[in-house]
């Protein structure tokens, strides 16, 4: 089985009747989604706070409820994919470009669980280009503030045009030798004006999940 499902699917396990659960964004979050969806259709009672118009799209199809984020104050279960995660449960995200919904929805989680394959599995955060969520305004002089912070920011464009986000912004993937201090990077980034969100997500996941070629999916607890 494909590793990404096995640890996409392996989460549902967490989810329980009653529950309201972040649903994700890329293609491992969406092997949940799609499990989620047959468990919903199967009788169970859940409703989904979706990470991206992508997901949401998607659960809608699968035919979960929707609430709004607006209509939250709390989620049980949010479940995500990840770009690379740390044995210390650090990680980088928004490399499918919505790290802002998603941190948003994780933030107000009970529980953050995270799915990846073993590639995701690194030593240390920064080999993945970190992606930084910035306004369109005065995007040039946001990104040269970014990259005094030891790193080479590139504008994320899609079909030779800059790539848009959810929430209409910009997005730079910051090329880093290697991110030494997650939790200094996050706050350094978020100090620009001009950075909506960055995708270091530290002191937020509580569960790993990695899809193991040999055997079940492999659970790390934090
Ligand atoms: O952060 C994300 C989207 O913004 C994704 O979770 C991350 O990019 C991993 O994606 P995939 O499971 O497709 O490898």
Partial sequence: MDLKRKAGEKVAEYVEDGMIVGLG????????TMKLGELVANGMKIKGVPTSKSTEELARKLGIPILEMSEVTQIDI???GADEAT??????????????????IASIAKQFIVVIDPSKFVKRLGQFPLPVEIVKFGWE????????????????????VPFITDNENYIVDCYFDSIMDPTSMRTALNSIPGVVENGLFVDMADVIIIGRENGPAEVLSD
């Avoid at 964004?25 to 949940?32: F, H, I, K, M, V």
């Avoid at 995200?93 to 998603?102: D, F, I, P, S, T």
């Fill in 25 to 32: 964004t890329g293609s491992t979050a969406y092997w949940a």
């Fill in 78 to 80: 949010a479940i995500d």
């Fill in 141 to 160: 002089l946001t990104s040269s503030q970014v990259s005094s912070l030891g790193c080479k920011p590139v504008l994320r464009q899609e079909d030779q």
């Fill in 87 to 104: 044995a210390d449960f650090s990680l980088i995200k928004g490399g499918g470009g919505a790290l802002l919904r998603e941190k948003m």
